[in-house]
Structures are given as structure tokens and as C-alpha cells.
């Protein structure tokens, strides 16, 4: 079953506002993930985060690992139309385990 | 340096049929994960191929199968198609096993009728 729960499912925001997504876990995780994925094509991974607290950015992307480890961020700031997409969180629960994909966020920008 | 290459792009079979789907993992990496995406739903892991052999596998079933070749390369064949196999088959290859940084292929669009 779903053992990842992303929020929100789904929301539509004005070009240049910023964006946050969140993704949650009953149970820990050891790495956390971040993708999108466009229609028509294969996920992309966008941060990766390894630590309790860590925070890393990538370009107008801002991730952080939860400190109870049972959750993640994901920020973009100044949203653009090309971040159109769905954003998934993922992540394996410990350094052996398979990856799991939470359902995503389907992201739409309005110019 | 290649990235993942995915074939063919689009599939239609038949109840009952068998397929099989090819990919090309990225330069530099050893293993390829399979993953199984539903419309509207994140990518479900099927299995792990690392050395020729398999490395972890997901809950699928075992007409659900794959082969990894000497030059990285892999395949994954599914025997008696359900109508509920139906997806985006996705195929990941990373540096190392257990990796979990994965890079993507652009997928094949499987549709069972």
C-alpha cells in the first residue's frame, strides 16, 4: 500500500509566486528524493537529501530532510511556466531497502 | 555521455500475450531498476538488476521477469498480459547497486486490450 503521502494532490498558482510541497511518512526515512516528471517522459531527479535537517537548493529549488525524518520539503520560488509538471517525493527506508514513490504533486503554473 | 534509453516508445498487445521491453542504461552505470507506473500514481519498483543477476525485487509476480546483459543493458518480459498491466514501464540506472540516486529513462507505454 501507500506508505508515502504527498500534499497538496494538486494546485494551480500564478506565474512567479513561490510554491510549497510536502511529503510524509509514517514510518523513517534514510534518503529522500525529489522528481519531476513531465507528461511523456521518465522522472528527473532534482535534490537528493541524506541527512536529519538538511537543507539544499538547486537553482530556484529548496529541499529540506524533516528532523523526524518521517517527512520532506520542497520549495520553488519565483515559479515559472516550465515547472509545469508533477513533483514526486521518494525515498527508500533505510540504506538497503527498495525506493518508494509517494503519489505526487501535479503542479500547474498560470502564465 | 548517454542518458537512458528506452524501447519501443508505445506497445499495444492482447490478453494473454507476452512482451518484452528493452533498455539501455546510462553511460558509467551498472545497475537498472524496473519500475511500473499506473496512470495518475507514482512509479511502483518491480525489480533490481546488478551484475547480470537480480538485486531485490518488488511485489509483482513472477511473470514479471528480467535479464540484465554484460553490457548493462536489460530487459523486462511479462508472460500472460493482464489487463491491469496495463502502464508506463519505466527503466532507472544508477552508478552503484543500491544506489538510490536513479536516472530515468522516457519510458514504454504499455496498453493490454
Known amino acids: 500500500g501507500q506508505q508515502l503521502n504527498q500534499s497538496p494532490q494538486s494546485m494551480f498558482i500564478q506565474e512567479g509566486e513561490d510554491v510549497s510541497m510536502n511529503c510524509t511518512s509514517s514510518?523513517?526515512?534514510?534518503?529522500w528524493l525529489w522528481y519531476k516528471q513531465d507528461p511523456g517522459e521518465g522522472p528527473v531527479l532534482l535534490i537528493a537529501?541524506?541527512?536529519?535537517?538538511e537543507l539544499t537548493s538547486n537553482g530556484r529549488l529548496t529541499a529540506q530532510f524533516g528532523i523526524t525524518r518521517k517527512d520532506s520539503f520542497l520549495n520553488i520560488s519565483a515559479s515559472i511556466p516550465s515547472d509545469v509538471g508533477i513533483y514526486f517525493c521518494?525515498?527508500?527506508?533505510?540504506?538497503?531497502?527498495?525506493?518508494?514513490f509517494g503519489p505526487g504533486t501535479s503542479l500547474s503554473v498560470i502564465p | 555521455e548517454t542518458g537512458v534509453t528506452q524501447s519501443p516508445t508505445h506497445l499495444i498487445k492482447t490478453r494473454g500475450q507476452q512482451v518484452t521491453l528493452r533498455c539501455s542504461s546510462q553511460?558509467?552505470?551498472?545497475?537498472v531498476s524496473w519500475y511500473q507506473q499506473a496512470l495518475g500514481q507514482g512509479p511502483q519498483f518491480i525489480f533490481q538488476?546488478?551484475?547480470?543477476?537480480?538485486?531485490g525485487r518488488g511485489n509483482f509476480p513472477p511473470r514479471f521477469s528480467g535479464l540484465q546483459f554484460p553490457n548493462y543493458s536489460s530487459e523486462l518480459n511479462v508472460n500472460a498480459l493482464e489487463l491491469d498491466d496495463s502502464a508506463l514501464y519505466l527503466c532507472?540506472?544508477?552508478?552503484?547497486?543500491?544506489?538510490?540516486?536513479?536516472?530515468f529513462g522516457p519510458g514504454t507505454r504499455l496498453t493490454v486490450t
Open positions: 532507472a540506472s544508477s552508478l552503484v547497486a543500491g544506489g538510490h540516486e536513479q536516472y
Open positions: 553511460s558509467g552505470h551498472n545497475t
Open positions: 538488476y546488478y551484475r547480470e543477476e537480480e538485486n
Open positions: 521518494a525515498g527508500p527506508k533505510t540504506s538497503y531497502d527498495k525506493v518508494i
Open positions: 514510518s523513517i526515512f534514510n534518503t
Open positions: 537529501l541524506y541527512k536529519a535537517g
